[in-house]
Protein backbone atom coordinates (compact mmCIF):
# COMPACT_ATOMS: atom_id res chain seq x y z
CA UNK A 1 0.00 0.00 0.00
CA UNK A 2 1.27 3.44 -0.48
CA UNK A 3 0.20 6.96 -1.47
CA UNK A 4 -0.28 8.55 -4.88
CA UNK A 5 -1.97 12.21 -5.93
CA UNK A 6 -4.90 11.56 -7.42
CA UNK A 7 -6.42 13.46 -10.20
CA UNK A 8 -10.28 12.87 -10.29
CA UNK A 9 -11.10 13.35 -14.23
CA UNK A 10 -14.33 12.83 -16.30
CA UNK A 11 -12.07 9.98 -18.37
CA UNK A 12 -11.66 6.67 -17.79
CA UNK A 13 -8.14 5.72 -18.22
CA UNK A 14 -6.88 1.86 -18.75
CA UNK A 15 -3.02 0.11 -18.20
CA UNK A 16 -1.54 0.76 -21.50
CA UNK A 17 -3.87 4.19 -23.00
CA UNK A 18 -2.48 7.24 -23.15
CA UNK A 19 -4.29 10.52 -21.72
CA UNK A 20 -3.41 14.06 -23.03
CA UNK A 21 -4.01 16.27 -20.14
CA UNK A 22 -4.04 20.44 -20.07
CA UNK A 23 -3.22 21.13 -16.60
CA UNK A 24 -3.68 24.76 -15.29
CA UNK A 25 -4.81 24.63 -11.78
CA UNK A 26 -2.23 25.33 -9.19
CA UNK A 27 -2.62 22.27 -7.31
CA UNK A 28 -2.18 19.54 -10.35
CA UNK A 29 0.79 21.85 -11.42
CA UNK A 30 2.39 21.27 -8.04
CA UNK A 31 1.28 17.44 -8.67
CA UNK A 32 2.90 17.21 -12.12
CA UNK A 33 6.12 19.16 -10.94
CA UNK A 34 6.15 16.18 -7.84
CA UNK A 35 5.99 13.40 -10.53
CA UNK A 36 8.35 14.63 -12.95
CA UNK A 37 10.59 15.25 -10.18
CA UNK A 38 10.07 11.99 -8.48
CA UNK A 39 10.07 9.60 -11.24
CA UNK A 40 6.56 9.24 -9.64
CA UNK A 41 3.39 8.08 -10.80
CA UNK A 42 -0.41 9.34 -9.76
CA UNK A 43 -3.99 8.50 -10.01
CA UNK A 44 -6.25 8.74 -12.51
CA UNK A 45 -10.08 8.32 -10.88
CA UNK A 46 -13.22 9.05 -13.11
CA UNK A 47 -15.24 11.44 -10.59
CA UNK A 48 -17.92 10.38 -8.62
CA UNK A 49 -18.97 13.47 -7.25
CA UNK A 50 -18.15 16.92 -7.79
CA UNK A 51 -15.83 18.65 -11.24
CA UNK A 52 -13.05 18.62 -12.52
CA UNK A 53 -12.05 21.93 -11.20
CA UNK A 54 -12.67 23.83 -8.23
CA UNK A 55 -13.59 22.37 -4.87
CA UNK A 56 -12.08 18.95 -4.27
CA UNK A 57 -13.95 15.67 -6.42
CA UNK A 58 -15.10 12.22 -4.91
CA UNK A 59 -12.95 10.08 -7.01
CA UNK A 60 -14.38 6.36 -8.13
CA UNK A 61 -13.02 3.74 -5.80
CA UNK A 62 -11.00 2.29 -8.78
CA UNK A 63 -8.55 3.83 -10.97
CA UNK A 64 -5.00 4.00 -12.79
CA UNK A 65 -1.72 4.71 -12.15
CA UNK A 66 -0.42 7.00 -14.61
CA UNK A 67 3.16 8.46 -15.50
CA UNK A 68 3.86 11.14 -17.46
CA UNK A 69 5.89 10.46 -20.86
CA UNK A 70 6.07 13.93 -22.16
CA UNK A 71 5.23 17.24 -21.18
CA UNK A 72 5.47 20.72 -22.73
CA UNK A 73 4.67 24.58 -21.58
CA UNK A 74 3.45 26.15 -24.56
CA UNK A 75 2.36 29.11 -22.65
CA UNK A 76 2.78 30.64 -19.12
CA UNK A 77 0.75 28.98 -16.46
CA UNK A 78 -0.46 25.95 -18.97
CA UNK A 79 1.49 22.22 -18.81
CA UNK A 80 0.37 20.06 -21.62
CA UNK A 81 1.30 16.45 -20.23
CA UNK A 82 0.86 13.16 -22.00
CA UNK A 83 0.34 10.36 -19.50
CA UNK A 84 0.33 6.61 -19.78
CA UNK A 85 -1.77 4.16 -17.87
CA UNK A 86 0.37 1.64 -15.68
CA UNK A 87 -1.39 -0.38 -13.47
CA UNK A 88 -4.75 -0.31 -11.87
CA UNK A 89 -5.40 0.15 -7.89
CA UNK A 90 -8.05 0.15 -5.57
CA UNK A 91 -8.23 3.31 -2.96
CA UNK A 92 -8.08 2.33 0.50
CA UNK A 93 -8.06 6.03 2.13
CA UNK A 94 -8.09 9.32 1.15
CA UNK A 95 -7.52 12.90 2.67
CA UNK A 96 -7.29 16.44 0.79
CA UNK A 97 -4.06 18.54 1.39
CA UNK A 98 -4.61 22.08 1.88
CA UNK A 99 -3.99 22.84 -1.26
CA UNK A 100 -6.71 20.81 -2.29
CA UNK A 101 -5.17 18.06 -3.98
CA UNK A 102 -6.51 14.65 -3.03
CA UNK A 103 -4.00 12.05 -1.95
CA UNK A 104 -5.15 8.29 -1.97
CA UNK A 105 -3.81 5.37 0.41
CA UNK A 106 -3.98 2.55 -2.39
CA UNK A 107 -3.75 -1.20 -2.97
CA UNK A 108 -2.86 -1.96 -6.96
CA UNK A 109 -5.02 -4.48 -8.26
CA UNK A 110 -2.79 -7.33 -10.03
CA UNK A 111 -2.78 -7.37 -14.35
CA UNK A 112 -5.36 -9.73 -14.94
CA UNK A 113 -4.87 -12.85 -16.75
CA UNK A 114 -4.33 -12.19 -20.66
CA UNK A 115 -6.63 -13.73 -23.00
CA UNK A 116 -7.08 -14.36 -26.28
CA UNK A 117 -10.11 -12.83 -28.31
CA UNK A 118 -13.16 -15.13 -28.13
CA UNK A 119 -14.63 -15.92 -31.89
CA UNK A 120 -17.86 -14.25 -30.43
CA UNK A 121 -16.12 -10.98 -30.10
CA UNK A 122 -14.69 -11.44 -33.94
CA UNK A 123 -16.66 -7.55 -34.35
CA UNK A 124 -14.56 -5.88 -31.78
CA UNK A 125 -11.51 -6.79 -33.41
CA UNK A 126 -12.89 -5.67 -36.76
CA UNK A 127 -14.09 -2.32 -35.28
CA UNK A 128 -10.54 -1.81 -33.66
CA UNK A 129 -8.81 -2.61 -37.13
CA UNK A 130 -10.50 -0.05 -38.53
CA UNK A 131 -9.89 2.66 -36.63
CA UNK A 132 -6.04 2.41 -36.33
CA UNK A 133 -6.45 1.87 -40.23
CA UNK A 134 -8.16 5.24 -40.50
CA UNK A 135 -6.29 6.88 -37.61
CA UNK A 136 -2.45 5.67 -38.11
CA UNK A 137 -0.65 6.61 -35.12
CA UNK A 138 -3.19 6.52 -32.58
CA UNK A 139 -1.35 3.82 -30.73
CA UNK A 140 1.84 3.02 -30.16
CA UNK A 141 2.49 -0.82 -31.72
CA UNK A 142 2.82 -3.67 -31.40
CA UNK A 143 -0.97 -3.72 -31.65
CA UNK A 144 -2.09 -6.71 -29.54
CA UNK A 145 -5.31 -7.64 -31.97
CA UNK A 146 -5.49 -11.04 -30.64
CA UNK A 147 -5.34 -9.66 -26.93
CA UNK A 148 -9.09 -9.52 -25.16
CA UNK A 149 -7.49 -7.22 -22.36
CA UNK A 150 -5.59 -4.84 -24.85
CA UNK A 151 -8.75 -5.02 -27.36
CA UNK A 152 -11.69 -4.18 -24.96
CA UNK A 153 -8.96 -1.33 -23.09
CA UNK A 154 -8.47 0.41 -26.22
CA UNK A 155 -11.79 0.34 -27.44
CA UNK A 156 -13.58 1.32 -24.37
CA UNK A 157 -10.91 4.16 -24.27
CA UNK A 158 -12.02 5.47 -27.65
CA UNK A 159 -16.26 4.47 -28.21
CA UNK A 160 -18.38 7.40 -26.59
CA UNK A 161 -20.02 4.72 -23.99
CA UNK A 162 -21.51 6.16 -21.00
CA UNK A 163 -18.67 6.83 -18.22
CA UNK A 164 -19.96 4.69 -15.61
CA UNK A 165 -20.17 2.24 -18.25
CA UNK A 166 -16.48 2.72 -18.93
CA UNK A 167 -15.84 2.79 -15.15
CA UNK A 168 -17.64 -0.92 -14.94
CA UNK A 169 -15.44 -2.12 -17.71
CA UNK A 170 -12.15 -0.74 -15.73
CA UNK A 171 -13.38 -3.07 -12.35
CA UNK A 172 -13.74 -6.03 -14.32
CA UNK A 173 -11.18 -8.16 -13.18
CA UNK A 174 -11.31 -10.87 -16.24
CA UNK A 175 -10.35 -9.52 -19.66
CA UNK A 176 -12.46 -12.25 -21.64
CA UNK A 177 -15.70 -10.83 -19.52
CA UNK A 178 -14.65 -7.51 -20.13
CA UNK A 179 -14.61 -7.56 -23.57
CA UNK A 180 -17.88 -10.14 -23.86
CA UNK A 181 -19.84 -7.12 -21.54
CA UNK A 182 -18.43 -4.87 -24.15
CA UNK A 183 -19.49 -6.98 -27.14
CA UNK A 184 -22.78 -6.69 -25.41
CA UNK A 185 -22.58 -3.25 -24.74
CA UNK A 186 -21.98 -2.41 -28.60
CA UNK A 187 -24.89 -4.97 -29.20
CA UNK A 188 -27.16 -2.72 -27.72
CA UNK A 189 -26.07 0.45 -28.92
CA UNK A 190 -25.67 1.65 -25.20
CA UNK A 191 -26.10 5.41 -25.99
CA UNK A 192 -24.01 5.27 -28.63
Not at 111 to 118: F, G, I, K, R, T
Not at 148 to 166: F, N, Q, Y
Not at 175 to 192: K, M, S, T, V, W
Request: charged content about 25%.
Amino acid sequence: MSEVALFPLNTVLFPGGRLPLRIFEQRYMEMAKACLRERAPFGVCLIREGREVGTPAIPADVGTLARIAAWDMPQLGVLHVTALGEQRFRILQRRVQPNGLTLGTIEPIDAEADESVPQSCAGCVKLLERVIEEQSGLFEPPHRLDSASWVSSRLTELLPLPLPAKQELLELDNARIRIERLNQLLGAGAGL
